[in-house]
């Protein structure tokens, strides 16, 4: 490969002969990733040893033609990387859409509107299960949510955790309600969504459960109101943890919520989940664009190394 290679701290420092070009041999890195990790030891932080790096063979053309390469690939990802960003700008806009609808709705609001502290017009508002969970999950049952289950309004549970019947009657308290309101207490915290009927009576785990006093407020409401940008920051100066941010039930008890009457928070409902598939919409599509120049760059580097460039 020519002269011998330099280490510091976390680096392997290649230095190239006048027989190889150094952004060849970059590229040939970036395409052969996950096999050069073979050579890798360690579980948990991975690292490759200087007399493993040293063993180290590759295959190369002349210089005049990894030079060629290097300027066909240099021109292509230069490209592909205006395109990944114009792709993340306009996800980033699509998002920003749909938060500054919620930023209006709560912001400016009409006539009949009324401030309420949330632990005034509930039922119930208390912790899922908190403890440990080794010894509760089994293969089958009744599900059991968790805080990964709860991202950005939405509820996905990925049918990996389940609980006896006889531990989740232990735990009535936290028995989901079809439309209660679910709020990631710990990690992500403020992230809500609302039980959907599939999950009536299921249980959950270090979540806060909410339920409406009657009459007060919809589920898909407040739990559209705690994705708002106002309330994302809020969730962050009433956390504790340093490590882990976490909410108390008696913090969120003492949040101020908007509340006009039903029917107009169901308005703002419609309106806001009309807006809101059409922003997944896009973000699904800016999605598959960024999926789509990851591929493009893996096919480039493997034509460039096969000679089929």
């Not at 976490?246 to 101020?256: P, S």
């Not at 896009?282 to 096969?306: C, G, I, N, P, V």
């Amino acid at each position: 490969m020519g002269r011998p290679m330099a280490t510091s701290q976390d680096f392997l420092n290649w230095v190239c002969s006048s027989e190889l070009d150094p952004d060849f041999l970059k590229y040939l890195f970036i395409a052969e990733g996950k096999e050069i990790l073979r050579f890798a030891s360690g579980s948990v932080h991975q690292t490759i040893y200087f007399p493993e790096a040293k063993a180290f063979h590759i295959s190369h053309p002349l210089l005049p033609e990894q030079q060629r390469i290097v300027a066909i690939l240099d021109e292509a990802f230069d490209g592909i990387a205006a395109a990944r960003a114009n792709a993340e700008q306009n996800l980033r806009n699509a998002r920003a859409l749909f938060e500054s609808h919620l930023q209006a709705v709560f912001s400016q609001r009409g006539e009949g509107w009324e401030e309420r502290r949330l632990g005034d017009v509930v039922s119930r508002l208390t912790n899922g299960y908190v403890g440990p969970t080794r010894n509760i999950y089994q293969d089958s049952g009744i599900p059991y949510l968790l805080a990964r289950h709860v991202k950005n309004n939405r509820l996905f549970f990925d049918g990996k955790t389940f609980i006896t019947n006889e531990f989740n009657q232990k735990n009535k308290k936290s028995i989901l309600k079809f439309n209660d309101v679910l709020l990631v207490q710990s990690g992500h915290i403020g992230h809500s969504a609302v039980v959907t009927k599939e999950h009536d009576g299921h249980n959950c785990h270090a979540m806060i459960v909410i339920t409406s006093a009657e009459g007060a407020f919809i589920g898909p409401y407040l739990s559209l109101f705690f994705s708002s940008s106002g309330m994302q920051q809020k969730f962050q100066e009433i956390r504790s943890g340093s490590t882990v941010p976490h909410l108390t039930c008696g913090e969120v008890k003492e949040l101020l919520v908007p509340l006009p009457d039903l029917a107009t928070q169901q308005r703002v409902v419609d309106r806001s989940q009309e807006l809101g598939t059409e922003t997944q919409r896009l973000e699904s599509l800016y999605q598959r664009k960024l999926d789509a120049l990851d591929e493009l760059k893996k096919s480039l580097l493997h034509q460039a190394f096969a000679g089929q460039l």
